[in-house]
């Protein structure tokens, strides 16, 4: 009934002379049914199923939060730190954008390492494709929350930037790019400003790839690799299962923004301090969600060692999940 009338009322553009405009319509609706109201799902889906989802809300949710912050956001040492100090105590609500921000990424990962782990258990030998694109997703994130970690040029902000840098110090020429200069100051935060505010695009694009190719061969399910018996459509059944744990997420999400509930999304205490390029922090580590990476490089005396063992697990995990 609903596309009947979108139908109808594409006709009555028509004949009124607004071709160019039914043309833009049309594919927008042929669109949407395509991916929606049409596209068909096994019935046998879990919450699992609605991690991806959850996800690119949450990416788009950072893009627009982050779009807010760059209208006070001073990309310069001394200023950077101070200028979101400022949107904290002197914009409407900027404390709510400020944490949304930066607590709205270990949301993101957070979803988004149960979405590689659902992936690599149910889908991924059969929806290389899928896998791929999201792979690059997950790469291009990182790379993100790199850049953004570095930006507010609090303490650890600072010198976890320094230390990552310094891996590459075997390519001098790449380093000093990077840098700017010798160390991570005004012209390193415009470089990473600029590839903080970019990349999302890019990897907006992998998500938008990521979600064609998903459609295109449809979800898996919780049976491996048995062919779904029974399939539904997409709308309205499933779409509402993911917008209850939508709800579900932005009430945790508000109650983190109130009440600090799970401890380890409200960052290290030290990036609440200024950079001291003069004052080394005790312990220097990243966020959790890039952890797991950093442990391989403390874990071989030589840095090359250390980025040839987290490729290697890389390259290992692949061939696992794959079977190549």
């Given at each position: 009934m609903t596309g009947m009338k979108c139908y109808i009322i594409?006709?009555?553009?028509?004949?009124?002379?607004?071709r160019a405009l039914t043309n833009k319509l049309t594919f927008a609706v042929n669109l949407v049914f395509a991916h929606l109201a049409t596209y068909v799902v096994p019935?046998?889906?879990?919450?699992?199923?609605?991690?991806?989802?959850?996800?690119?809300?949450l990416f788009v949710l950072q893009m627009v939060t982050g779009f807010l912050l760059t209208f006070n956001y001073v990309p310069y040492h001394g200023l950077a730190f101070e200028s979101l100090v400022k949107v904290l105590f002197d914009v409407n609500f900027g404390w709510a954008i400020r944490y949304l921000h930066a607590q709205g990424v270990s949301f993101i990962f957070m979803f988004l390492y149960i979405h590689v782990f659902k992936a690599m258990i149910y889908s991924v030998?059969?929806?290389?494709?899928?896998?791929?694109?999201?792979?690059?997703v997950y790469i291009l994130t990182m790379i993100?929350?790199?850049?953004?970690?570095?930006?507010?040029?609090?303490?650890?902000?600072?010198w976890g930037s320094t230390v990552i840098i310094n891996l590459f110090y075997y390519l001098e020429s790449f380093t000093r790019l990077i840098l700017g200069g010798?160390?991570?100051?005004?012209?390193?935060?415009?470089?990473?400003?600029?590839?903080?505010?970019v990349t999302p695009f890019i990897a907006l694009f992998f998500i938008i790839l990521?979600?064609?190719?998903?459609?295109?061969?449809?979800?898996?399910?919780?049976?491996?690799?048995?062919?779904?018996v029974i399939l539904m459509r997409f709308y309205p059944t499933l779409i509402?299962?993911?917008?209850?744990?939508?709800t579900m997420v932005f009430a945790l999400l508000t109650a983190q923004l109130g009440y600090g509930v799970i401890p380890l999304f409200q960052g290290d205490h030290e990036n609440s301090v200024m950079a001291d390029p003069l004052s080394t922090p005790l312990h220097i580590y990243p966020?959790?969600?890039?952890l797991f990476f950093y442990s391989m490089l403390k874990l071989c005396p030589n840095k090359i060692a250390g980025i040839m063992l987290m490729i290697y697990v890389v390259v290992v995990t692949y061939q696992l999940c794959t079977g190549y």
């Open positions: 594409l006709v009555i553009l028509d004949e009124l002379g607004y019935r046998n889906l879990t919450g699992l199923w609605n991690t991806g989802f959850i996800t690119g809300v030998r059969y929806k290389m494709l899928s896998w791929l694109t999201g792979f690059l993100v929350a790199f850049f953004g970690y570095t930006l507010p040029n609090g303490q650890m902000s600072y010798y160390s991570v100051h005004t012209p390193t935060l415009q470089r990473f400003y600029i590839l903080h505010f990521h979600v064609y190719f998903l459609h295109k061969f449809s979800s898996s399910n919780p049976i491996l690799y048995s062919p779904p509402l299962s993911d917008f209850k744990m939508l966020e959790w969600y890039l």
